[in-house]
């Protein structure tokens, strides 16, 4: 019968030989910002398995982030960390989740992948500057209404070109990268930040710097970072 749950089953059987099980259960995962793209990130990475979910954000809900970061009316004024750890519950109450309401700081413990997902580019550089060596994978994803930039680092490998692209905020396009924003963009962001994050899982190659353009249906993977990229990119 429909909505009876069938607990003989494996929630995560048709996802098997995507997402290595053993690997993801080990694996502790942060979020830095819950807003358009983090909350999304986190929603999903509870539904792929992740078991260890940190979340750190020090915003709380209002309006437009109902239309754009996929809050309900009903958390309006809700702690962003709070909201979506409610959320990551009720798809699976055994994740182990710690939530921190606050800015990052060096002083944050985090978990050994973690998912940049904030508004600035000195933010970004901040948190590069604290965790690169003490972490082993960095997934930035930035988005400028329906483009969306994403970057892999992995400390040991691909410091020197990630850093690259932390430019002076003052080279970045004017506003945040959510000044222009929509739930879809934000969804596929998230999917493919997640994406990156089970290739690696599985010890495959990564895509160190890639853009979308949705509105031109325009895919742009860069094997190295320019400065044309850079130029060309958002905050």
Same mark, same amino acid.
């Given at each position: 019968?429909? /909505? ?18 053993? $690997? *993801? ?9 819950? /807003? @358009?793209?983090?909350?999304?990130? @986190? #929603? ?8 260890? #979910?940190?979340? *750190? ?6 309006? !437009?982030?109902? !239309? ?7 958390? *309006? ?31 944050? $413990? ?18 590069? $500057?604290? #965790?690169? $060596?003490?972490?082993? #994978? ?6 400028? /209404? ?18 690259? !692209? ?59 970072? !320019? ?9």
């Amino acid at each position: 019968m429909g /909505g009876i749950l069938n607990t003989n089953q494996d929630r995560f059987e048709r996802q098997a030989s995507l997402v290595p099980r053993d $690997r *993801i259960r080990e694996t502790s995962v942060t979020v830095i910002g819950v /807003g @358009a793209i983090g909350r999304q990130v @986190a #929603l999903q990475l509870a539904s792929i398995g992740v078991t260890k #979910l940190q979340l *750190i954000d020090f915003d709380t809900v209002e309006l !437009t982030n109902v !239309t754009t970061q996929g809050y309900r009316a009903d958390e *309006i004024g809700q702690a962003k960390v709070t909201a979506t750890m409610l959320e990551v519950e009720r798809i699976d109450p055994s994740i182990e989740i710690d939530f921190i309401i606050d800015r990052f700081r060096s002083m944050h $413990r985090v978990g050994d992948v973690v998912f940049c997902c904030v508004d600035s580019i000195a933010t970004r550089a901040t948190v590069w $500057r604290c #965790l690169q $060596r003490r972490i082993q #994978l960095l997934i930035d994803t930035r988005m400028n /209404g329906e483009t969306i930039r994403l970057l892999t680092a992995e400390p040991s490998k691909s410091r020197h070109r990630y850093e690259s !692209t932390l430019f002076a905020q003052g080279d970045a396009h004017a506003g945040t990268c959510t000044a222009k924003s929509t739930i879809y963009a934000a969804s596929i962001a998230a999917g493919l930040s997640v994406h990156q994050f089970t290739r690696w899982l599985r010890d495959m190659p990564l895509d160190s710097d890639f853009t979308f353009n949705l509105l031109a249906s325009e895919l742009n993977v860069a094997g190295e970072f !320019t400065s044309s990229i850079q130029e060309n990119t958002f905050a």
